[in-house]
Nanobody
């Protein structure tokens, strides 16, 4: 059974930084694709960033490019999202998504098999 756990959310003021963590465990095979999605109240879930390790590719949504940095510790199947210069519009529940396959369409949430419960990020103005 696969477990995906996010942590690191919280309430911060605009301009502050937060680092989210995601730990995936429970299978012996690697998670080649790990990504962050977010869902704001009343909105659809949207792609934030992805790390496709076997392609050595990193992708960002335009809305976070230059402010957020995704990284992972491949040995531990742990992923991080460093979020700088946070804005009120970044307020959302942030979800970690992982998959054993190489997710080519990295922005498509339905392609990731395993998800965490989410961690709330609230940015006040």
């Amino acid at each position: 059974q696969v477990h995906v756990v996010e942590s690191g959310g919280g309430l911060v003021q605009a301009g502050a930084s937060l680092t989210l963590s995601c730990a995936a465990s429970g299978r012996t095979s690697r998670f080649y694709s790990m990504a962050w999605f977010r869902q704001a109240p009343g909105k659809e879930r949207e792609f934030v960033a992805a790390f496709i390790s076997n392609l050595d590719k990193i992708y960002y949504a335009d809305s976070v490019k230059g402010r957020f940095t995704i990284s992972r510790d491949s040995a531990e199947d742990t992923m991080f999202l460093q979020m700088n210069r946070l804005k009120p519009e970044d307020t959302a529940v942030y979800y970690c998504a992982v998959d054993h396959s190489t997710v080519i369409n990295y922005f498509s949430d339905y392609l990731y098999q395993y998800w965490g419960q989410g961690t709330q990020v609230t940015v006040s103005s």
